[in-house]
């Protein structure tokens, strides 16, 4: 699994600090989280073939997440895009973006689907055999949602030093891996333990942003491999984080550590502090590894 950060901070765009979006790459999907202003030069600049993207996943409808989504889409159009585009996010952004496209008279001819979101409790919104992405409740000024995307379990894997001293046939290695057992021609069973070795443990990435401290997400969030929470102030600032509805890095390695999370990558930041070194030291009083978000940067999960 691989996370690109394209933009991660607040607010209004400046010469080098983008407003949010992200790639995720996982199990052979692109998904696009977030589309703020200028995320389709973003892209280019990371390499990233807009054909791959048929999935984007917006949290909420502050432009700083999603100013950025006519123009891609303006562009999947001129690139004569013809595979299907699929956006998740909150109730209105069907009109908002379909409002656009009619006053320039400019629809797509590729199938544009639109999946609205209303509920305020964690349901699944795109499932398939590899990858199952679940919202995540936040609390914001407007209506937001974070993204749990996990990978869904593997198969088991075949000892094949074993499956051939049993002499199994290989036509029966797929419903081994299925985890069935085998029965031999006298009538034997082999368990399946005897076969296999665990699968390797389905890994997941959570997206919190824009959100104020929600400790209620802890259960959803548990044990997730790596978890990016908006950390917008430091916890001088508390004051002004609840006032906006916002986190500060503390609060987000609070969630980390009642999560029981892999890693911590924390984003969103103001612009007021200056190195963005603070938030990551404020974070590890809490809760370590802790990582920072910075516009370009890779993460192999
Ligand atoms: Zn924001
Ligand atoms: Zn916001």
Redesign the pocket.
């Known amino acids: 699994m691989k996370l690109t950060i394209l933009g991660c901070y607040?607010?209004t765009p400046k010469a080098n600090n983008n407003?949010?979006a992200q790639v995720l790459e996982i199990k052979g999907h692109l998904f696009l989280i977030d589309c703020g202003e200028g995320t389709q030069v973003r892209l280019r600049n990371s390499q990233v073939r807009f054909a791959r993207i048929k999935h984007i996943f917006i949290s909420h409808l502050?432009g700083?997440?999603f100013f950025g989504l006519p123009g891609l889409i303006a562009t999947f159009q001129l690139l004569g895009r013809q595979a299907e585009l699929h956006i998740y996010g909150p109730k209105g952004i069907k009109e908002a973006i379909t409002l656009l496209l009619k006053l320039g008279s400019s629809w797509t001819s590729f199938p544009l689907y639109f999946h609205e979101l209303t509920t305020t409790c964690s349901e699944v919104i795109f499932e398939d055999e590899k990858v199952v992405v679940k919202t995540i409740p936040l609390k914001h000024r407007v209506y937001a949602n974070g993204f749990l995307f996990a990978e869904q379990p593997g198969e088991r894997k075949l000892n094949r030093v074993a499956a051939e001293e049993y002499n199994i046939d290989i036509c029966y290695y797929q419903n081994i891996k299925n985890g069935r057992d085998v029965v031999l021609d006298d009538g034997t069973v082999l368990a399946n333990s005897l076969l296999t070795y665990d699968p390797s443990p389905a890994k997941s990435y959570a997206f919190c942003?824009?959100t104020k401290y929600v400790p209620e997400n802890v259960s959803l969030l548990r044990g997730v491999t790596a978890l990016y929470h908006?950390s917008t102030f430091l916890h001088q600032h508390a004051d002004l984080a609840e006032k906006t509805g916002h986190s500060t890095a503390r609060q987000a390695a609070e969630i980390a550590k009642a999560s029981e999370v892999g890693m911590l990558i924390l984003g969103?930041y103001s612009t007021r502090y200056s190195s963005l070194g603070v938030f990551k030291d404020e974070a590890e009083t809490v809760f370590e590894p802790v990582f920072l978000a910075e516009d370009g940067k890779e993460f192999v999960i």
């Open positions: 607040s607010a407003p949010t502050h700083d997440h942003s824009d908006e969103h």
